[in-house]
């Protein structure tokens, strides 16, 4: 990472990546957005148009593509778990080369995945907080006051530039513990929601024993896989969201798109398996959550 200004491709250009394509593109840095045909014409075209109570709205020129075909410093991975597989196709390892590789999903397995994949590359795992949606291929609607990432490396000069484009940015040592951070409330939080059709507000009233069944497993877990999170912590969480807050996984439902199911119940299972720690109250709702999503396909 040589020059002040970076090049960066975005993979998948929706509501995390075009709201972070966006911002990286306004504050000059080199913005290639790696999309399906349709929507890499789109954004050719028109740019990214982002619309943002944080940042205001803006229209940012970005370069798009349906494969990576150069160097860059960095691939933001901001696909969703349901559409990886095929997604990577478009980042070929020999021109990736040993850029840097981050992926802001949900979930936990994805960072092997890319690890195994980019060999030669530097795989940091990301998270991020933000609430962002894309409206239309290149739109994006961001409507919380913050949009913030956390990185699992001492990433200082990388970070700065982010900071520069205003994104929020923490960087962790400990890269299991961020990841499972954001799954320990995300999974119950996403599961319940979607499960009961109702938001976060009537889950932890009306849901309070189921809720409170989920937390102690999925802390439990983590606890094992060596977080130090606790179900207060998790719960109080849900007690502070804004009784409204519904899930992106319920969103997801509503609208019968594919969900990230596997990403967020199934990795709490899998990881529980793994540790031998039992998880009946998560495993039924991922099966409830799955049976809802196929009768509804
Ligand atoms: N949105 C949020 O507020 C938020 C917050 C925290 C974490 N996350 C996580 O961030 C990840 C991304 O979520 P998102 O909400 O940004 O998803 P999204 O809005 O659905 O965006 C996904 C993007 O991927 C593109 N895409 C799909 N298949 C592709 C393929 N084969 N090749 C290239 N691009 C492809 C889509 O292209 P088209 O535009 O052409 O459809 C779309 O632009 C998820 O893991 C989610 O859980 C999201």
Request: charged share 25%; with cysteine.
């Amino acid at each position: 990472m040589t020059t002040t200004n970076l090049t960066v491709a975005v993979l998948g250009p929706g509501g995390v990546g075009g709201l972070i394509g966006g911002l990286l593109a306004r504050a000059g840095h080199r913005v290639i957005c790696l999309a399906g045909e349709e929507t890499a014409a789109t954004l050719n075209r028109d740019g990214l148009r982002i619309e943002s109570t944080q940042y205001g709205n803006f229209t940012a020129e970005v370069k798009a593509d349906t494969e990576l075909r150069e160097p860059v410093d960095a691939v933001v991975v901001t696909v969703k778990q349901t559409t990886l597989d095929q997604a990577l196709d478009r980042v070929p390892a020999p021109v990736l080369g040993d850029a840097l590789v981050i992926p802001l999903l949900n979930g936990l397995d994805h960072v092997a995945v890319l690890r195994e994949r980019y060999r030669s590359a530097k795989v940091v795992a990301g998270t991020i907080k933000v609430e962002a949606t894309r409206t239309a291929p290149g739109c994006i609607s961001h409507t919380s006051p913050f949009a913030h990432l956390e990185l699992a490396a001492p990433l200082d000069e990388f970070a700065d530039r982010l900071r520069h484009a205003g994104l929020g940015v923490t960087l962790r040592t400990d890269e299991t513990a961020m990841l499972w951070d954001k799954l320990a409330f995300l999974a119950p939080f996403a599961l319940l929601t979607t499960r009961h059709r109702t938001d976060v507000g009537t889950v932890r009233t009306d849901r309070r024993p189921e809720l409170l069944a989920v937390l102690d497993e999925i802390t439990a877990v983590a606890q094992a896989a060596g977080t130090p999170v606790t179900t207060d912590t998790v719960l109080s969480f849900f007690d502070r969201a804004p009784h409204a807050m519904k899930s992106s996984m319920q969103r997801d439902a509503e609208a019968g798109r594919p969900l990230e199911l596997d990403a967020i119940g199934g990795a709490v299972l899998r990881a529980g398996a793994a540790h031998g720690i039992e998880t009946p109250a998560t495993a039924r709702l991922v099966a409830e959550v799955a049976r809802q999503s196929n009768r509804e396909d």
